[in-house]
């Protein structure tokens, strides 16, 4: 197959799928239109299909080999009220803000090339469509699956990304994106007037207390030769300015590469919150929400990537951004399988870019092809 003929021969139809995804967006775990329509162009391709999960679909092309593949693309939205002035705005009060329609409609655009090369794959290529990535779920339920099919010999993604040129790769072995943990505090105090505060025990000020501490504890616990973040993002209490609330409560959450530093981090909320809430004689609720690893891409895989990538010239260039903060559950792919995740660039020169999750977010839809191009080539060099 002339994958380069091949590609730039489904353009237009890559184009319009993904306008017709960028209008339908839907939030994780309240996706139906956009699995629905999966479905039904994976059953025009004649492309089997599972559902997994809650909502998670699963596609196969090739019966399995010795060496089989998996390609993963999320599926959800944001509730973003959407702002471009795009004809194909979605006007239901969410957004795809993050470029995820732009993943569906690479991987079925792989899907596609790939069936029409179904012969001459000797091993399955598994097409993972993702639900709920944006709240930390929807992966491991896939995961389950293809480890009861046998598991994978690789699992490979992509992310569209604004801080990457269009026509570049960001593509390089080891942590490409940061883990992340979410955690709460409930400080429990006793309410009461304002004028007597000796026979309440205000949760205010722990609250803040602990907040100050936790948000110096990297300094403290994380070598200045890694990378660590701690933020609060709510702290919330009381309804009247004479009045000691009964609670506050605290959210914030860690971001990290290095797991170590996890364990650091973690222990280190964990004792600033209990000897807080001890020096105050207040109860304290400390509780850790979604975790999430870090994107750990295999170097050998990437080494495979950068070949193909040399395959396809100028058309495609690999670089290496720097290391991304922000957090994805692919990660739990590439701690079970090896793999890796590439980002994408969508930032045209002369037009403005804006960020990830803003209601003004685009992609520049020229790289469609590049992408499918890319993975087509790797899932041909592999199983071919």
């Not at 922000?326 to 930032?347: C, T």
Request: net charge negative.
């Amino acid at each position: 197959m002339d994958v380069l003929a091949a590609t730039q021969e489904i353009t237009p139809q890559l184009v319009a799928w993904r306008r017709e995804f960028h209008q339908h967006p839907e939030r994780g775990l309240e996706e139906v239109w956009t699995p629905a329509r999966i479905k039904e162009i994976l059953a025009e391709l004649d492309i089997p299909v599972v559902e997994v999960g809650e909502g998670s679909l699963v596609g196969q092309i090739g019966q399995r080999g010795e060496k089989n593949l998996a390609i993963r693309a999320d599926m959800d939205g944001l509730p973003v009220v959407e702002e471009t002035g795009l004809p194909f705005a979605a006007t239901n009060g969410h957004m795809h803000a993050c470029g995820h329609d732009g993943h569906v409609t690479m991987l079925l655009g792989e899907a596609k090339l790939l069936k029409a090369a179904e012969s001459q794959l000797h091993g399955a290529v598994y097409l993972c469509f993702q639900t709920a990535e944006e709240i930390g779920r929807g992966a491991q339920p896939i995961i389950d699956y293809l480890k009861e099919q046998g598991g994978v010999t690789e699992a490979i993604g992509y992310h569209l990304w604004a801080d990457v040129a269009s026509g570049a790769v960001s593509l390089k072995p080891g942590p490409v994106m940061a883990g992340a943990d979410g955690f709460t505090i409930t400080v429990h105090g006793v309410g009461g007037h304002g004028s007597r505060p000796d026979l309440a025990k205000d949760p205010i000020k722990p609250a803040c207390q602990m907040v100050l501490e936790l948000s110096a504890l990297p300094s403290n616990v994380v070598s200045p030769l890694d990378s660590g973040v701690l933020h609060i993002g709510q702290i919330t209490a009381g309804t009247a300015g004479n009045v000691f609330p009964d609670t506050a409560f605290i959210q914030g959450a860690i971001r990290h590469f290095d797991p170590q530093v996890r364990e650091n981090l973690l222990a280190g909320i964990k004792r600033v919150v209990e000897h807080t809430a001890a020096a105050w004689d207040v109860e304290v609720d400390l509780d850790f929400l979604r975790s999430g690893l870090a994107v750990v891409n295999t170097e050998a895989c990437v080494d495979e990537a950068v070949d193909v990538l040399d395959e396809m010239g100028d058309r495609l260039v690999g670089v290496q951004a720097p290391h991304i903060l922000a957090s994805e559950n692919y990660s739990l792919f590439v701690h079970e399988f090896p793999g890796f995740l590439a980002h994408l660039g969508v930032e045209r020169e002369g037009v403005e870019q804006f960020y990830h999750h803003h209601a003004k977010f685009d992609i520049d839809e020229d790289v469609l092809p590049l992408g499918v191009e890319f993975f087509v080539r790797y899932a041909m060099r592999m199983l071919g």
